[in-house]
């Protein structure tokens, strides 16, 4: 029997991420209410966990950039 992972580990490892030699497979933990609210927001917005992700680190990181000027 195999061991499950725990829903707090998220893997953005897409088959079709994985094609473009840009992203990197990851693998992170997150608290499970925040991962909960995550999947929920994804799958009304016909997005996966990994876009989402992406979206939410660029966003934070465009606006620590700016905030540093």
Not at 33 to 56: E, P
Request: hydrophobic share 40%; net charge positive; proline share 3%.
């Amino acid at each position: 029997m195999t061991a499950k992972k725990p829903a707090a580990v998220v893997e953005a490892q897409p088959d079709e991420y994985l094609e473009d030699t840009r992203r990197q497979k990851i693998s992170i933990s997150v608290d499970r209410d925040l991962l909960n609210r995550v999947d929920a927001y994804a799958k009304k917005h016909g997005l996966n966990r990994s876009a989402l992700f992406s979206i939410g680190v660029s966003m934070f990181m465009d606006n620590e950039l700016r905030r540093r000027e």
